[in-house]
């Protein structure tokens, strides 16, 4: 693990191809399998993401977020079986889809160590949030890294499932 004041990392060995563990991330009717915080609740959207640029909605909960929401997740990194992120943005109280991302990124690199074997890296980045009120009610980092390295057990348990 590493850190400062930005952003969070931790890395671990999964015993499963690059190819595999990308199939399992680009899928978010999956995302619950592997969040390590439990918020992650259902996907609305279940379509393979292919690409940078894409959306896709989550139903979460989280008390500190006032128990139930939605948010908008936009898809800022994506390098086929080597990298997948996004930076999310909590639905407006009408439902009203947010303009772009708060900044705050979640962020999957995988390096391979074999053909059954990768290195995955999950980093949660608040590096771009610049809205100091946002910083203060949110306190960052909102995630704690004890979750983060339960995302990677988990996303571990779950390519054994897919």
């Known amino acids: 693990m590493t850190s400062n004041q930005t952003h969070l990392t931790v890395t671990r060995t999964v015993d499963?191809?690059?190819?595999?563990?990308?199939?399992?991330?680009?899928?978010?009717?999956?995302?619950?399998?592997?969040?390590?915080?439990?918020?992650?609740?259902?996907?609305?959207?279940?379509?393979?993401?292919?690409?940078?640029?894409?959306?896709?909605?989550?139903?979460?909960?989280?008390?500190?977020?006032?128990?139930?929401?939605?948010?908008?997740?936009?898809?800022?990194?994506?390098?086929?079986?080597?990298?997948?992120?996004?930076?999310p943005a909590p639905e407006g109280e009408d439902g009203s889809a947010p303009e772009g991302p708060l900044g705050w990124e979640w962020l999957y690199e995988l390096k391979a160590q074999g053909s059954d074997s990768t290195e995955v890296s999950l980093t949660y980045d608040w590096s771009k949030v610049t809205d100091q009120k946002l910083l203060e009610r949110v306190g960052f980092p909102a995630i704690p890294e004890e979750d983060l390295e339960q995302s990677l057990n988990l996303l571990a348990a779950a390519v054994t499932k897919s």
């Open 16 to 87: 499963a191809s690059a190819k595999e563990l990308f199939a399992l991330l680009t899928l978010p009717a999956r995302h619950p399998e592997f969040d390590g915080s439990g918020s992650v609740r259902s996907a609305d959207d279940t379509e393979r993401i292919t690409k940078t640029g894409e959306k896709f909605v989550m139903n979460m909960h989280r008390e500190a977020m006032g128990g139930d929401y939605r948010t908008h997740n936009f898809v800022t990194a994506f390098d086929e079986n080597k990298m997948i992120g996004w930076q």
